[in-house]
């Protein structure tokens, strides 16, 4: 069964059409200039690039709201064992914050953003949650169909984090709040929002971009990595090596 197009893609994208001209000030436009929406645009749920502090784009419909108190996250490891963590009883894992790029190679823009959370290494020592060091975990949304996966050595990195405040505030629920993982080193689309389970795997699960056709790999071309500074993470990466030239 197919859905028709959100409104969003209507407005914005509508049969080749020129998207609206924005009517914010430009000094709060320049990073959404140059946005260049991909031909699957139209299979997006959700996309607002006069949305304030970043665009809003959602694949899926967004899931229902729910309370930061009742953020559960479910694990489940190698071994098929299972478990049930709630949000609010990760307090005494340290908090970080950091100042990190959310970049979208798809649609071409990227936006500076404060991010604080714990990191997803530190999650797991606290929960026990490990893989073959060949293996990989995949996060999923809580919107019941996006997914994305890491590799074991991606998902140690200590930049990759479950983040519930954005630039100092509680995360918006259009954003993925409460709780959405952040990876600063690969394509936006390895973020995922609202995150409800972790699951690892011996073998490559393979993110759902890739299955469906829409990016070959989560990796940042070279031109967005030597224009932000972005550094890979060292270790074997989940995804097929992108073309570094782009």
């Not at 936006?111 to 929960?127: C, K, N, P, Y």
């Not at 991606?154 to 984090?161: F, K, N």
């Amino acid at each position: 069964m197919t859905s028709e197009p959100a409104p969003w893609i209507m407005r914005l994208f509508s049969l080749g059409r020129s998207a609206p001209a924005p009517t914010r000030p430009a000094a709060e436009r320049k990073v959404r200039e140059g946005i260049r929406p991909p031909k699957f645009a139209k299979k997006f749920a959700v996309l607002d690039f006069e949305a304030v502090a970043a665009p809003v784009i959602s694949m899926f419909p967004p899931p229902p709201q729910v309370a930061p108190g009742e953020v559960v996250i479910g694990t489940r490891d190698e071994e098929l064992q299972y478990q049930d963590i709630r949000w609010s009883s990760l307090k005494d894992i340290p908090r970080v914050s950091i100042a990190a790029p959310l970049v979208c190679q798809i649609f071409n823009w990227h936006e500076e953003v404060q991010w604080t959370g714990i990191r997803l290494s530190d999650f797991m020592a606290a929960t026990g949650l490990d893989v073959h060091e060949q293996g990989y975990f995949v996060v999923h949304s809580r919107d019941g169909h996006y997914f994305e996966t890491l590799s074991r050595d991606e998902a140690l990195d200590p930049r990759v984090m479950l983040v519930n405040e954005m630039n100092g505030a509680p995360l918006p629920h259009e954003y993925g709040g409460p709780v959405r993982l952040v990876v600063p080193f690969l394509q936006g689309y390895k973020s995922v929002k609202w995150v409800a389970r972790i699951h690892a795997y011996r073998h490559d699960p393979i993110g759902i971009k890739r299955l469906l056709g829409q990016s070959k790999s989560g990796a940042l071309g070279r031109a967005w990595t030597d224009r932000l500074g972005i550094v890979p993470a060292q270790g074997r990466p989940g995804d097929p090596a992108p073309d570094r030239t782009s």
